[in-house]
C-alpha cells in the first residue's frame, strides 16, 4: 500500500517556495490554473520513501494570511477549506535565512491554524557571508515545530526535509498565539457564538475580504453568517495581531538569531549605486533592453529558419504520401503551415522568457519597476507595469497575468487594456511576410528597410500602448487608491534549473494553447470553403463550363477557374463578399477579407488562412508568398502593394484579433465589460488608421 | 518628527507614528510600525518613489504613502 500525502508550500514571495518544489519534484510536475481564476497551480509529485508519495503544491507567495491580492486569497481559501482535496497533511513554510524575522510572521499564522507545519529555512548558502548565526534546537524548541535548514542552491536540507514529511504525524500543532491577546472582548464574545472551533481559524474567516474581496468567497464554509463588526475596527485588529506577533517573534529571535553586520559585504549597494542610478540606471535598462530585442531576432534566425524549412519538408511529404484531394489540401496547406506558424515562434518565445526570467531572479526587474514607476504613473500605469510590457512582446497571455502584483485596480485595469498593443510574436508571422512582399530589401546608410520597418511597427505599439493608457487614465472614473509597495530583493546568480523550468513551461503552454484554436480554425475553415448553400456552389462545374463554352480553355485552367467560382460560392466565400465593400476602402479584397475574419480569433492564422483559400482555389506547387505576390486586383495590378502591405500591417498592430486574451481578460477582471471595449475600440483604431494609411498612399 | 518623505537620503530615523487607515496592511506586515528604525537609501528623480530600509525589510514606496508615516530622526553618532 502505498501512502498519498499532501503537501503544500507557503512562504513569502521570493523565498525559495518554487526552487524547493523543483528540487522536490524534478520534472514531475504539472501547471495549471485554479478553477475560475488564472492563478497558476503548480502541483508534483514526489516519491519520500519505499511507501509513501508526497502531492506537493507550490502556493503563491504571500507576506501573511490577511489576503490582499487574488494570489494570496488563494493560499487563505485553501487552508481554510477541510474539504478541498488539496487541503494540506503538512505545510511547509519556506523562509529566507536573511528575512526570516518578517516570514516568520506568515509561519505563525499558520501554525496557528493548527495545520501541522514545518520550518524551512532556506539560502543557508548565505548565512556565512551575511554573517548569520542561528541556535537551531532553541529556535525549534520555542516554535514548537520541526525545523530545517536548506540550500536549494547547494542541494542541501532536501533529504532531511523529506524525512520529516514521512514523520508528519509527530509534528506539533499546538497555536502560537492566543487570539485573547488580541482583543479579549471581541475573541470571547466570538468563542461564545461558536463554542467548540479554533477562534483563529473563525477569525481568519470573518477578516477574509477586509482587505480584499473576491466574488467567490462563499468558497469558504460559513463565513458569511457573522459580520460583528465594521470593517474599520477589523483592520485596527489585525493591525493589532500583527504588533503581537512581532513581539512573540522578536522574543524568540532575540535569543536564538545574531547578525553580525561587520561580516556582511555589501553587493547590495554597490549593485544599486549602479543600477537605480538617476542617469545610467535608465542607460542601462536601455541596453539591456536592446541587447534583448537584438539577440530575441538575431540568435532565433538560425532555429526558426530550420523549422521553416523542416514544416515545408513535412508539407511536401504529405502531399506526396497521400492522395491527393481536398483533405490532403487541408492538411498539407492548412493545419501543416498553420502549426508551423506557431512552431517557429518557440525560439523567440523561448528566448524572450529566458531573458525574462534572469531578470527577475536576479533581483534586477524590481529596480526597472522602481526607476519606472513614476514616468508610467504619468500615464496611469504602474512601475510594476513594465514586466506585462515587455512579456508582452511575447504573448499577451502571460502579460495579462503577470500584472497580477499592481495593487491599485486601475493601473492594474490600464495595463491589461492596453497590453494587447505591444507587438506580440503571433504578429510577427503576419508582419514578416507582408514586410518582404511590399518593403524592399535595399539599405540606405547600411540600414535595411525591412528591419527598420519591422522596428517602427514595435514602436508604434508601444507608442499606441501609452497614448490609450492615457486616455484611458483621464476618462476611467476609478478610485486611485496608490498602495504601491515593491520589495528590493537581494541581488542574486540565477538558480538554471528554474530559469529551465520557467522557459520550458511557458512556451509549452504557449504552443499548445495557441494550437489547439490554430487546428481547430483550420479545420473550420476548410469546412467553410470546401462546402456552400444552393446551386451555385452544387453545380459549379457545369456553370463555369457553360460560361467559358467558347473559349479554349486548357484542363487545368477550366479546373481553376471552377474552384475560384466554388470558392467565391462556399460558405466563406460568401461572407467574405458581404464583407467586401466594408473593406475595399482599406485596400482588401474578399480573400483577405476572409483571412481578416479569422484571424479574429488568432492573428498568427493570417497565413494559414490565405494558404488554404489560395490552395482551394488553385493547385499549383507554389509557396505562400509566391502566391500573394501573384494575386492581382481586377485591373491586373498587384493585390499586395505598398499601400494595402501597409494598410494591412496597420490593421494587425492595432487590432484586437486574440480569442485567448479576451478571455484571459475576462477571467482577470471578472466581466465581459472591458474584454468588449477592449474588442470594440482596438478594432476601430485598427480600421480607421488602416483606412487613412491606404487613402493616403494609394 | 516629521514626515517621511522629508528625510534625507541616507539618514537613519525611528518610525514614531503611522496613519493606519491610509497604509496598505502589507507595509505593515513588512515591519512598518512605531519604534521600528527605518532609513532612506535611494530615491528615484523627483524623490518618488523612495527606496527604504524598514527593519530588515528593503522595500520602495510612492512619496503619497510616505506622508503617513512620521518619523524622528536619530541623531549620528
Ligand atoms: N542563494 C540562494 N538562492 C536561492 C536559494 N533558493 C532559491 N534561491 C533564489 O531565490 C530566488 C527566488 O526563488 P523562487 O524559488 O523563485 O522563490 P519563490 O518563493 O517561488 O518566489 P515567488 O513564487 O515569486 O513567491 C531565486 O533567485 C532563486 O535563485 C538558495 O538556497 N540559495
Ligand atoms: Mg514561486
Known amino acids: 500500500m502505498i501512502k498519498n500525502l499532501n503537501v503544500a508550500l507557503?512562504?513569502?514571495?521570493?523565498?525559495?517556495?518554487?526552487?524547493?518544489?523543483?528540487?522536490?519534484?524534478?520534472?514531475?510536475?504539472?501547471?495549471?490554473?485554479?478553477?475560475?481564476?488564472?492563478?497558476?497551480?503548480?502541483?508534483?509529485?514526489?516519491?519520500?520513501?519505499?511507501?509513501?508519495?508526497?502531492?506537493?503544491?507550490?502556493?503563491?507567495?504571500?507576506?501573511?494570511?490577511?489576503?490582499?491580492?487574488?494570489?494570496?486569497?488563494?493560499?487563505?481559501?485553501?487552508?481554510?477549506?477541510?474539504?478541498?482535496?488539496?487541503?494540506?497533511?503538512?505545510a511547509v513554510v519556506v523562509t529566507d535565512v536573511e528575512n526570516l524575522k518578517r516570514n516568520l510572521l506568515l509561519f505563525t499564522q499558520i501554525k496557528d491554524l493548527e495545520i501541522p507545519t514545518v520550518l524551512v529555512i532556506n539560502m543557508a548558502d548565505q548565512m556565512r557571508r551575511k554573517g548569520i548565526k542561528i541556535e537551531l534546537e532553541k529556535l525549534e524548541k520555542k516554535l514548537n515545530t520541526n525545523l530545517v535548514l536548506v540550500s536549494t542552491r547547494l542541494n542541501s536540507g532536501v533529504e532531511k526535509l523529506k524525512q520529516i514529511l514521512i514523520d508528519y504525524k509527530s509534528i506539533s500543532t499546538l497555536p502560537i498565539l492566543d487570539p485573547n491577546t488580541i482583543d479579549q472582548d471581541y475573541f470571547e464574545n466570538l468563542g461564545k457564538a461558536f463554542p467548540n472551533q479554533s477562534l483563529y481559524k473563525l477569525w481568519m474567516v470573518i477578516t477574509q475580504d477586509v482587505n480584499f474581496t473576491r466574488l467567490e468567497r462563499q468558497k469558504v464554509p460559513d463565513s458569511t453568517q457573522f459580520k460583528t463588526q465594521p470593517k474599520s475596527y477589523l483592520k485596527k485588529l489585525q493591525q493589532r495581531e500583527i504588533i503581537k506577533r512581532y513581539q512573540t517573534i522578536n522574543q524568540i529571535l532575540k535569543e536564538t538569531y545574531s547578525v553580525n553586520r561587520e561580516e556582511a559585504t555589501d553587493l547590495r549597494s554597490k549593485l544599486d549605486n549602479l543600477f537605480i542610478h538617476k542617469f545610467w540606471g535608465y542607460v542601462i535598462f536601455f541596453l539591456i533592453l536592446l541587447i534583448i530585442f537584438q539577440v530575441i531576432f538575431d540568435w532565433s534566425s538560425v532555429p526558426m529558419d530550420f523549422i521553416d524549412s523542416s514544416f515545408a519538408h513535412v508539407s511536401e511529404w504529405t502531399k506526396t504520401l497521400m492522395p491527393s484531394g481536398i483533405l490532403t489540401d487541408l492538411i498539407s496547406e492548412g493545419v501543416i503551415p498553420g502549426l508551423g506558424g506557431i512552431v517557429i515562434f518557440i525560439p523567440q518565445i523561448a528566448f524572450l522568457f529566458l531573458f525574462i526570467s534572469i531578470l527577475e531572479e536576479t533581483g534586477y526587474m524590481s529596480r526597472v519597476v522602481f526607476l519606472m514607476d513614476r514616468g508610467l504613473r504619468k500615464f496611469g500605469l504602474s512601475g510594476k507595469s513594465v514586466v506585462p510590457l515587455i512579456s508582452g512582446t511575447a504573448c499577451a497571455i502571460p502579460a495579462v497575468m503577470a500584472t497580477r502584483n499592481i495593487e491599485d485596480w486601475k493601473e492594474r485595469l490600464i495595463t491589461i487594456l492596453v497590453v494587447p498593443f505591444t507587438t506580440c510574436s503571433a504578429r510577427l508571422p503576419v508582419f514578416m511576410i507582408l514586410i518582404s512582399l511590399v518593403i524592399p530589401n535595399d539599405r540606405l546608410l547600411g540600414i535595411n528597410y525591412q528591419g527598420l520597418t519591422l522596428m517602427g511597427l514595435y514602436l508604434i505599439g508601444f507608442l499606441m500602448a501609452l497614448v490609450s493608457a492615457s486616455i484611458l487614465n483621464r476618462f476611467l472614473k476609478l478610485p486611485n487608491k496608490s498602495y504601491f509597495v515593491v520589495e528590493m530583493p537581494n541581488y542574486k546568480l540565477p538558480l538554471l534549473k528554474n530559469v529551465a523550468i520557467t522557459v520550458w513551461e511557458k512556451t509549452r503552454s504557449f504552443v499548445v494553447e495557441a494550437g489547439k484554436i490554430i487546428l481547430a480554425i483550420s479545420i473550420l475553415l476548410w469546412f467553410m470553403a470546401s462546402f456552400g448553400p444552393g446551386e451555385k456552389f452544387s453545380n459549379a462545374e457545369q456553370i463555369v463550363t457553360q460560361q467559358y463554352e467558347n473559349e479554349a480553355f486548357e484542363g487545368l485552367e477550366l479546373e481553376n477557374k471552377i474552384a475560384s467560382f466554388k470558392l467565391e460560392n462556399s460558405y466563406i466565400g460568401i461572407l467574405g463578399k458581404t464583407i467586401e465593400p466594408m473593406i475595399l476602402p482599406l485596400g482588401y479584397d474578399w480573400k483577405i477579407g476572409i483571412a481578416l475574419i479569422t484571424s479574429f480569433a488568432a492573428r498568427e492564422v493570417f497565413i494559414g488562412a490565405l494558404a488554404t483559400i489560395y490552395s482551394v482555389e488553385r493547385e499549383a506547387e507554389e509557396t505562400i508568398k509566391k502566391r500573394m505576390a501573384g494575386e492581382t486586383r481586377n485591373d491586373g495590378s498587384r493585390l499586395f502593394n505598398l499601400p494595402t502591405g501597409i494598410s494591412l500591417m496597420l490593421f494587425y498592430a492595432f487590432a484586437m484579433q486574440c480569442m485567448s486574451t479576451l478571455a484571459i481578460v475576462k477571467k482577470e477582471t471578472n466581466s465581459w465589460k472591458w474584454p468588449s471595449i477592449q474588442l470594440f475600440s482596438m478594432t476601430v483604431i485598427a480600421y480607421l488608421s488602416a483606412l487613412i494609411a491606404y487613402q493616403i498612399l494609394k | 518628527m516629521f514626515p517621511l518623505d522629508q528625510l534625507v537620503i541616507g539618514q537613519k530615523a525611528v518610525i514614531e507614528s503611522i496613519k493606519t487607515d491610509f497604509l496598505p496592511l502589507k507595509l505593515i506586515e513588512m515591519g512598518c510600525l512605531p519604534g521600528n528604525e527605518i532609513s532612506l537609501l535611494y530615491s528615484a528623480p523627483y524623490r518618488d518613489p523612495l527606496y527604504l530600509k524598514i527593519d530588515e525589510a528593503h522595500l520602495a514606496i510612492r512619496k503619497e504613502v510616505a506622508k503617513y508615516i512620521m518619523v524622528k530622526p536619530l541623531m549620528d553618532d
Open chain 1, 10 to 90: 507557503i512562504g513569502n514571495p521570493n523565498t525559495g517556495k518554487t526552487s524547493v518544489f523543483n528540487a522536490l519534484t524534478g520534472l514531475n510536475q504539472k501547471v495549471g490554473n485554479y478553477p475560475g481564476i488564472t492563478v497558476e497551480k503548480k502541483q508534483g509529485s514526489c516519491r519520500l520513501d519505499r511507501v509513501t508519495k508526497a502531492k506537493i503544491l507550490d502556493l503563491p507567495g504571500t507576506y501573511s494570511l490577511n489576503a490582499s491580492s487574488i494570489d494570496e486569497s488563494v493560499v487563505v481559501e485553501l487552508l481554510l477549506n477541510k474539504n478541498d482535496p488539496d487541503f494540506p497533511d503538512v
